[in-house]
């Protein structure tokens, strides 16, 4: 029963690291422009994060890793009570 909780969980973790692949790769391939850069003046639009900079890439790879923690946190205590 144990191994089945610790599966559960670990496929949660695996379906909340690919949702977050999905969106960054949809962001990659279409013409993905941010809210902010659209409406904001002049000066200020330098302020937000393009599509294919660093910025970007490091903050999808933090998220994922959050995003990843929180669906296993999640699965394992589901894993618990199911």
Known sequence: MQR??????LALALFGFLANAALFAYMQISDYTPLESRWAPGSFSILSVQ????PLVLGCS??????TAIYFGLGAVAGKFL
């Open 51 to 54: 599509p294919h900079r660093k």
């Open 62 to 67: 933090n998220q994922a890793i959050v995003n």
């Open 4 to 9: 089945v909780r610790w599966r559960f969980a």
